[in-house]
């Protein structure tokens, strides 16, 4: 987990999709929303997830691995950037190799897009767009600390399984408290039946 | 911006030339792809790229030696270019030999190569190829969906390099060479590799273009290379993370080449030669030290770009029908064409990146799901 990161708490998001436009405004993709807000159960509950990229720090960001353009580049911070424009061929490896689900990929520009933590305003110390605005603080920009000055007791955790393997990030999630010692499931479905899923 | 469905391309329809294009090779839908071959260590990596260097700049120095006639039309004022050449070589042949043995590069290059020397392919579609060379290579399309303003400035940029390149490199290594008859001219011959191509009055419309397309190529150039630079300095997407050595040194680069050539020419014309010898040094310096950062900085992407080719040629030919396109396991959403996510699953387990199953996914399932997961396993309450 990175020193000053976003915490994700879906318990706190009530999806207004205010990240969505907020993230909208940020100067290193104006006018493109790269935060995805997802509605696991719709329609029989109000639960909602804002994903942002997790910036995987082992295995360090599969999306760059996978580049075979090495588009992707990796900040000394632990901030993994969107595509470089230069060499990003748009082959999607990035979009669906990714465990989170999150590098957008805009087939005609032939080029990948993805949060990049808001770089231009993290750099100098400003919190992303969507943290900034999140009304619930789903959605909470700084240090573990900083963190828990606010929500005293809060569990954070920050190592997601797919199977038999576990993603470490540089952005972490709420938790509950006996839930801490466990890496969160990723929900890559493991249990099939001929073939399907059957969770 | 596009997020699901992933397939690259669309369908071709029947108006589409290269319509209908099958594909013989590559494994079936739901064949479990090749294993990777054994991962290569670096310092074997290293030797391979150092070996196919050396080999690579030996095949240029012959190639000098023999096209400039045994060096008899070799100019040696143009050795530092031609040096730099063949540094340039190595470069390019070092990186380009580690690009390709990463897993991702490796995969595709391979089966970029397979759909390239297909003779099925050929033979069902043979315009798709030339008709991909020219869209993604020549008119870079896919930069005007990118914005307008920078494919009109990278397209200066690129004819304008690419007319540099077309009469320098040449004129470097001795293979052309203009001489006249009577010593001074008007009447000049074009000779290449010692045979003459054509003759022309330098005096003629067509003799003034044959002696200033290195300045109407700087031309191009610096209009291109100034919209950029003007656009590193106003735009705050791409003022976010640009680094000098990366973003702005190939652009000062250019802008400094292309305005010292034009030098070149205002000094023999208007200024009798005056100040010529320190420009031509100036000039020299540039150029070779762009010619050494090629391999390792920005223009790569030169080298690089054909792999978009590669890739697009290796999906447009796996689409042979609906079923060779992956759907979504869970929405059943179509996610990519089925060769092209069993080769990432490849280069995911090259990786050892063992979650390959779940490109299977599209990345709004990845999404619900994990979100599922944490309803149902983490925070029950969040429901």
């Known amino acids: ?199 | 911006m596009t997020e699901p469905p992933q397939t690259v391309e669309p369908t071709p329809g029947p108006g589409d030339p290269a319509a209908g294009a099958l594909a013989t090779d590559g494994p079936a839908p739901g064949e479990p792809p090749a294993a990777g071959p054994t991962p290569q260590t670096p310092a074997a990596v290293r030797r391979r790229a150092s070996l196919a260097g050396a080999v690579v700049s030996a095949l240029l120095v012959i190639a000098i030696v023999f096209g400039s006639r045994l060096l008899r039309d070799f100019d040696s004022a143009l050795l530092p270019y031609a040096v730099a050449t063949v540094f340039l070589a190595f470069g390019v042949a070092y990186r380009y030999t580690v690009w390709v043995s990463a897993p991702g590069a490796r995969r595709l290059f391979k089966q970029g190569r397979r759909s390239f020397f297909s003779a099925a392919n050929f033979r069902k579609a043979p315009t798709a190829l030339p008709k991909m060379i020219a869209t993604y290579l020549g008119f870079q399309k896919f930069l005007g969906a990118r914005s307008h303003a920078r494919w009109a400035a990278h397209q200066l940029v690129f004819w304008g390099c690419l007319l540099a390149a077309a009469i320098t490199f040449p004129l470097t290594w001795g293979w052309f060479t203009f001489t006249s008859s009577t010593g001074s001219g008007p009447g000049y011959e074009m000779r290449i590799w010692g045979f003459k191509v054509l003759g022309f009055d330098s005096l003629s419309f067509f003799g003034w273009i044959m002696f200033h397309g290195l300045d109407i190529a700087a031309v191009l150039v610096i209009a291109g290379a100034s919209y950029f630079l003007w656009r590193r300095m106003k735009d705050r997407g791409a003022i976010t993370g640009q680094r000098f050595a990366y973003d702005l040194v190939p652009l000062i680069c250019l802008v400094v080449i292309s305005v010292t050539g034009l030098l070149l020419t205002f000094s023999s014309i208007f200024l009798h030669g005056g100040g010529y010898e320190f420009l031509a040094v100036l000039h020299m310096v540039s150029v070779v030290f762009t010619l050494i950062y090629i391999p390792f900085g920005k223009f790569f992407h030169i080298v690089q770009r054909p792999a978009a080719v590669g890739m697009q040629l290796f999906k447009y030919t796996s689409r042979r029908k609906d079923e060779a396109v992956l759907a979504c396991r869970r929405c059943h959403e179509p996610i990519d064409t089925a060769p092209y996510v069993e080769n990432l699953q490849g280069t995911m387990r090259d990786l050892d990146l063992r979650f390959d199953t779940w490109a299977e996914y599209c990345p709004r399932c990845k999404r619900v799901l994990r979100g599922t997961a944490y309803l149902d396993h983490v925070k029950k309450g969040f429901k």
């Not at chain 1, 990161?5 to 929303?33: L, M, N, W, Y």
């Not at chain 1, 424009?85 to 490896?93: D, E, F, H, L, W």
């Not at chain 1, 993805?114 to 700084?142: E, Q």
Request: include cysteine.
């Open chain 1, 1 to 199: 987990m990175m020193g000053r990161t976003i915490f994700i708490d879906p318990g706190r998001c009530i999806g207004c999709q205010a990240c969505v436009s907020a993230c909208r405004e940020c100067d290193s993709h104006r006018g493109k929303s790269m935060i995805h807000l997802d509605y696991p159960d719709e329609g029989h509950s109000v639960a909602s997830l804002p994903t942002v990229c997790m910036h995987c720090e082992d295995p360090v960001a599969p999306c760059a691995e996978v580049c075979p353009a090495d588009a992707i580049l990796v900040t000394a911070d632990g901030v993994v950037q969107q595509a470089d424009t230069t060499r990003c061929i748009g082959c999607a490896n990035c979009v669906n190799a990714c465990p989170f689900g999150v590098p957008k990929i805009d087939l005609q520009a032939k080029l990948q897009m993805k949060c990049n933590l808001c770089y231009d305003r993290t750099a100098y110390g400003l919190a992303p767009m969507c943290a900034t605005v999140c009304p619930t603080g789903a959605l909470f920009y700084g240090t573990l600390d900083e963190l828990r000055a606010e929500r005293p007791g809060v569990q954070v955790a920050d190592s997601f399984t797919f199977g038999s393997t576990t993603v470490a990030t540089g952005v972490a999630m709420v938790v509950p408290a006996d839930k801490v010692q466990w890496p969160v499931p990723g929900g890559l479905p493991v249990v099939e039946i001929n073939g399907r899923d059957v969770r």
